[in-house]
C-alpha cells in the first residue's frame, strides 16, 4: 500500500513511439524513455527522482460499454498497463531505470485524463490523490463524484448537447472518405428542396458552371454552421443527417458554436483556382485529427497530424478557419480560433500567446496551445474547463445588451475569401423563476420566489440537503434571475476542497508564463472587481461543497465583509497581499455580490460548518422531491404512469429505510435527480433504465452509508430492484 500523502508526486507516461507501443520493450528492459532528446516535454525528465511513483498510461476514448450511464456521450478513458517506481535516472534528459510491474489486463480509469506523453500529478488535489490511489493502491474509482463533478456535468448535461450531434456527424463523414461521389451526391440529392444549398456551384477554368464534383469534410459541415437562423440551421442539419443515416438528436441550440459566413463557406477555392490535391489535404488533416481524438494515445499521431495541418493551410482560402472545421470534428478536444476566441484566450484568460490576423498557427503551435489549455482547465479553480465551454464564453463576451439574435452575423473577419462570423446569433432570452420551473424544477413557484428573497436580502445563501436533490442545478439558476439573463459571464464557479487557500481563492503569488511568480486575484476578487466595474449588475460567486474548505482559512478578513450592512467603503480592509500592481488599497464587497454555496448534508467525510461562516450566510434547505412536478417530468421522457408509481415507492421505501437508520437520518435520503432523465432524454427501456441507476450510482452510495455493514448495503439494494 503506497501512502499518497508521503509523495511528492507520481508520473503518467506514455509508451507509444513512432505509433508503435513499446510497452513490453520497457518492461523487459527496465527503462522508460522519449523517443527522442529533443521531445518538447524532455524537461520533466530533469524532475523524475528515484523512488517516484510511475505508471504507463495509454487515453482513448469510449461511447459503449461503459461501467455507468454515459448518456450516450463520448467518455475519456485511461488505461493503465503497468506501475512502477524510478529506480535511476541517468541524467542523459531520455532514460530512467525503473522496477516495472505489468497489469493485466490493463485496468481504467474514467474522466479525469491527460494526452500528453508525460503527465505529472500530484497528489495536492482530491482528484489527482484519487487516481493515484487507484493506479497504486487499487482503489475503485467512484464514477458518481466525476460524473457529478461541474466540468464532466457540463458534458453530460444539456449546456453542451450538441456535441455529441457534431461527434457522430464527424464520424458517419469519415466513413466517406473513400467514397466522395457517393457524398456529393446525397449532398446534391437535398439540393432541390432546400435554396440554402444552391452555393454548392464550382467554376471550371473554360468558364463553366457546375454543381461540385468533390467536396471536404469541413465544407460539409459549414453547410449547417453558416450565418443562419436557428430554424435554417436545424433543418440543414436534420436533412443532411437523414440523407447520410446520421443516428443522432438534432441540436436544438447552436449557442457558441463559431460559424463561418454564409456567402464564402468553403475551404477551399473554385476548380480554376486550385490544386488538384487541395481538397485531398483537407480530408487527410480531418482524417488524422479524428484518429487523435477517437483512439489510443493522442501523442502518437502528433507528428503526421503537424505534418497534415500543415498541408492543410497552403490550401487557398484556409486559414484560420481549419480550427473551426476541427472544433466540429471534435469539440472537447480541438480548440476553435476565430476571432472570439483568440481575443478571450489573450484579454480574458491573460494567456500569453500572440495570434497573428494574417498568419494562422502551425500544425506545432496549434498543438503547444491546446496542451497549454488542456492543462489549465485541469486546475480546479480554473474559469474555463473545457473547449466547448471556452467557445460559449468567448461567443458571449461580445454581446451588446443581452441583444444577441441568430440571424446575419454582426460583424465578419476575413481570411482570404473565407469569413468567420464574431458570433453565433441566437437570442439569449429573459430568465426569470418561472423559466426556472419550466427548465424543469420541481420547485414551485412560491419557494422558489423564497429562495431569491433571502438571497437578495442576505446576499449570502447556502443550499444544503441531501445528495440528487438539484442543489449546483438551482444555484445556478437562482443566479440567472439576478440579471434576468442565462449569462454566465456574471457568474465565477469554484468548487471548495480540503487543499484550497486563501492565496487560490483571494489573491496570492502564482507562476506567471514566463516562470516568474507574480501577484494575481483568484476567483473572488476577481468577481469582486467584476461587481465593481459593473454596478448595474449583479455578480454571482458559485461556491460548491462551500463546507469541504477552512472558511477561516479561504476567506481570511473577507469573511468580515461578507456582511451585508458591512458591503461599504467605511468598512474595507486591507488585504494580506497587495494587487499585481503593488497598490494595497483597501478593498470592501460590493452590495452587487452575491455568494451562493451548495452543500450535501450526507458528507461524513465534512466537518461542522465554520460558525463564523454559518453567522453571514442563509441556509436554505432542500428535500428530495417526488412529485407531481417530477411525475410530469418523467411522464414526457417516455415513463408510463405505473412504472413512475413503482420508482417513486420503491425509492419512497428506501428513504424510510435511510431516515430511520440510527447512524444516518434524513439528511442521507436519496434526491430525486438520481431518477430523473435529462432534458430531451427518451427512455425506452424504464427497468434497465432504473437497474442501471441502481448499480452504478445509488448502490455505491448505500455501499458508502454502510461502509461498516456492507450485508445491510447489500439488501437494501437487491430490495431496490426484487421483483421488478
Not at 510511475?54 to 498497463?81: E, W
Not at 496570492?508 to 508564463?513: E, L
Not at 441556509?619 to 412536478?629: D, G
Not at 432523465?677 to 432504473?690: L, Y
Request: glycine content about 4%; proline content about 4%.
Amino acid at each position: 500500500m503506497v501512502n499518497v500523502s508521503d509523495k511528492k508526486c507520481a508520473w503518467f507516461v506514455s509508451a507509444f513511439h513512432n505509433q508503435q507501443d513499446q510497452t513490453q520493450f520497457f518492461l523487459e528492459k527496465g527503462i522508460w524513455e522519449l523517443a527522442t532528446k529533443d521531445h518538447k516535454q524532455a524537461h520533466y525528465l530533469e524532475e523524475m527522482r528515484p523512488g517516484d511513483l510511475i505508471a504507463i498510461k495509454t487515453t482513448y476514448t469510449r461511447k459503449k460499454n461503459l461501467p455507468f450511464d454515459n448518456k450516450g456521450q463520448t467518455v475519456s478513458v485511461m488505461a493503465i498497463k503497468a506501475t512502477g517506481t524510478i529506480v535511476k535516472n541517468f541524467g542523459d534528459g531520455k532514460t530512467i531505470k525503473v522496477d516495472w510491474k505489468a497489469i493485466e489486463p490493463p485496468k481504467e480509469w474514467y474522466f479525469y485524463t491527460y494526452r500528453s506523453t508525460i503527465w505529472r500529478v500530484t497528489p495536492g488535489k482530491s482528484f489527482d490523490r484519487e487516481l493515484i490511489d487507484f493506479t497504486f493502491n487499487d482503489v475503485p474509482q467512484r464514477y458518481s463524484v466525476y460524473k457529478n463533478d461541474s466540468f464532466w456535468r457540463e458534458r453530460f448535461g444539456t449546456q453542451f448537447a450538441w456535441t455529441g450531434f457534431y461527434e457522430t456527424f464527424a464520424d458517419r463523414l469519415l466513413s466517406y472518405a473513400d467514397d466522395r461521389q457517393l457524398l456529393v451526391q446525397a449532398i446534391h440529392s437535398l439540393q432541390d428542396s432546400n435554396s440554402n444549398l444552391q452555393w454548392l456551384e464550382d467554376q471550371y477554368a473554360d468558364g463553366r458552371r457546375a454543381p461540385l464534383d468533390d467536396i471536404c469534410p469541413f465544407t460539409v459541415m459549414a453547410i449547417f454552421n453558416r450565418g443562419l437562423s436557428v430554424e435554417n440551421r436545424r433543418r440543414l442539419a436534420t436533412d443532411l443527417k437523414n440523407i447520410l443515416g446520421i443516428n443522432a438528436e438534432t441540436p436544438e441550440s447552436f449557442r457558441g458554436v463559431p460559424t463561418v459566413n454564409n456567402q464564402n463557406s468553403w475551404f477551399f477555392a473554385y476548380s480554376k483556382q486550385r490544386a488538384n490535391d487541395d481538397i485531398d489535404k483537407l480530408w487527410r488533416v480531418f482524417t488524422i485529427a479524428y484518429k487523435m481524438a477517437n483512439n489510443d494515445n493522442a501523442g502518437q499521431y502528433e507528428e503526421e497530424f503537424i505534418k497534415c495541418y500543415d498541408a492543410a493551410l497552403e490550401v487557398k482560402f484556409t486559414k484560420w478557419n481549419l480550427t473551426l472545421g476541427l472544433f466540429w470534428l471534435s469539440p472537447w478536444n480541438f480548440v476553435p480560433l476565430d476571432t472570439n476566441t483568440r481575443n478571450y484566450i489573450k484579454d480574458e484568460l491573460k494567456i500569453d500567446v500572440s495570434f497573428s490576423e494574417h498568419r494562422p498557427f502551425s500544425g506545432s503551435e496549434y498543438l503547444s496551445l491546446l496542451d497549454k489549455l488542456t492543462e489549465l482547465f485541469n486546475s480546479n479553480d480554473y474559469p474555463i474547463r473545457s473547449f466547448p465551454q471556452l467557445s460559449y464564453q468567448a461567443w458571449l463576451k461580445t454581446k451588446k445588451d443581452g441583444d444577441v439574435k441568430e440571424s446575419v452575423p454582426k460583424a465578419q473577419f476575413s481570411v482570404g475569401a473565407i469569413a468567420v462570423s464574431e458570433s453565433t446569433q441566437e437570442e439569449i432570452k429573459n430568465y426569470d423563476l418561472e423559466q426556472i420551473v419550466s427548465d424543469g424544477s420541481f420547485f414551485h413557484l412560491e419557494e422558489l420566489s423564497y429562495f431569491k428573497e433571502v438571497l437578495e436580502a442576505k446576499k449570502n445563501i447556502i443550499l444544503q440537503g441531501p445528495p440528487g436533490t438539484g442543489k449546483t442545478w438551482l444555484a445556478r439558476r437562482l443566479a440567472y434571475t439576478l440579471n434576468g439573463t442565462k449569462d454566465d459571464e456574471t457568474i465565477h464557479a469554484i468548487q471548495f476542497h480540503p487543499s484550497l487557500s486563501y492565496e487560490d481563492f483571494i489573491r496570492g503569488w502564482r507562476p506567471s508564463g514566463s516562470g516568474v511568480l507574480s501577484l494575481e486575484d483568484g476567483v473572488f476578487m476577481q468577481a469582486v472587481n467584476q461587481a465593481h466595474e459593473r454596478p448595474s449588475s449583479n455578480i454571482v460567486v458559485l461556491i460548491e461543497e462551500i463546507n469541504r474548505g477552512n472558511p477561516a482559512q479561504i476567506f481570511g478578513e473577507m469573511l468580515t465583509l461578507l456582511e451585508s450592512s458591512k458591503r461599504n467603503e467605511q468598512n474595507a480592509l486591507r488585504l494580506t497581499y497587495p494587487d499585481k500592481n503593488n497598490n494595497h488599497d483597501p478593498v470592501f464587497i460590493p452590495k452587487n455580490l452575491y455568494l451562493i454555496g451548495t452543500m450535501n448534508v450526507a458528507d461524513r467525510s465534512i466537518a461542522l460548518v465554520d460558525i463564523a461562516l454559518r453567522r453571514r450566510f442563509a441556509f436554505l434547505t432542500l428535500e428530495p422531491k417526488f412529485n407531481q412536478a417530477w411525475e410530469d417530468w418523467l411522464e414526457r421522457h417516455g415513463v408510463n404512469k405505473e412504472h413512475i408509481k413503482e420508482i417513486k415507492n420503491r425509492i419512497r421505501r428506501l428513504n424510510e429505510t435511510i431516515g430511520t437508520d440510527n447512524h444516518l437520518g434524513r439528511q442521507f435520503k436519496i434526491g430525486h435527480s438520481y431518477v430523473t432523465p435529462n432534458d430531451g432524454e427518451k427512455i425506452d427501456n424504464v427497468r434497465n433504465w432504473f437497474n442501471q441507476i441502481v448499480e452504478t450510482e445509488i448502490g455505491p452510495l448505500l455501499e458508502e452509508y454502510w461502509f461498516d455493514d456492507l450485508r445491510k448495503a447489500s439488501d437494501v439494494r437487491k430490495q431496490l430492484l426484487d421483483n421488478w
